[in-house]
């Protein structure tokens, strides 16, 4: 009797992003997505959700992109957003040196509310709009923030011009596969954060 081949495994890793507005947070999204940028800078409200699935070694990758708004005043419903995560990309723009010095903020933040086996989530730092030519901050600081705030590692890339995009995301899918941290992760329709997000979609159409 033949033996039956390994069923393939489905791993799900919910990502969130973060990062001041506007750094390209949501145009990173759709980038990787679907392929496409937009030169209009429309504000995400509270949270966008985006699913990308990727094969790797036989197995099914579901990457659940988690857009969240960089707006202080939706602070208490994104934080809602975290709970789950595997990973999390946090976004400057290197044009931006505020930026950049808020990169530390976000890193704090999402350190004190989710932690996967008692460990920080792995986190790359992403510096966008190279296509710009111009550096906010120079590379000795960067590579500070990045070692000093526990990054996995830090890419500058452009959106625009998609370069290394996908290569920045393949670099935190290798990681969350080697920690093997996303497999409990609930599917959307679980998730907490659902209502928060309908509360302030209400609040804001109110
Ligand atoms: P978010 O607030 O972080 O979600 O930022 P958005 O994705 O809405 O982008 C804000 C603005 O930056 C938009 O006008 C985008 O077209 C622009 N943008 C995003 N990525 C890049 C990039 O790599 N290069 C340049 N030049 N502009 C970009
Ligand atoms: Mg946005």
Redesign the pocket.
């Known amino acids: 009797m033949a033996v039956p081949e390994d069923k393939e495994r489905e791993r799900v890793y919910k990502v969130v ?1 973060l ?13 990787y997505v679907n392929n496409r ?8 409200i509270a949270a966008d959700f985006a699913v990308k699935v990727l094969h790797r070694n036989g197995d099914t990758i579901k990457l659940q992109l988690w ?1 969240i ?2 707006q202080e005043s939706a602070a208490q419903f994104t934080s809602a957003c975290y709970r789950g995560a595997a990973g999390c990309i946090i ?1 400057f ?1 290197l ?1 931006d040196r505020q930026s950049f010095k808020d990169v530390r903020k976000w890193k704090l933040d999402l350190d004190s509310i989710v932690r996967n086996r008692g460990k920080n989530l792995p986190c790359l730092l992403l510096a ?5 030519g111009q550096r906010c901050a120079t590379i000795d600081e960067i590579n500070a923030m990045s070692k000093d705030n526990g990054f996995s590692n830090w890419i500058a ?5 998609n ?1 290394l995009v996908s290569q920045s995301m393949d670099r935190l899918v290798d990681i969350l596969i080697a920690e093997d941290v996303g497999n409990d992760v609930e599917e959307r329709s679980d998730n907490e954060c659902d209502g928060s997000l309908l509360e302030l979609k209400q609040f804001a159409v109110a």
Do not use: A, Q
Not at 21 to 26: A, E, Q, R
Not at 128 to 132: E, F, H, M, P, V
Not at 157 to 161: A, H
């Open positions: 992003l990062g001041n507005s506007p750094v390209g947070k949501t145009s990173f999204v759709e980038r940028f937009r030169d209009t800078c429309e504000l995400t857009d708004t960089g976004m723009d044009t966008n709009k190279s296509d710009l890339i452009s959106v625009k011009e370069k």
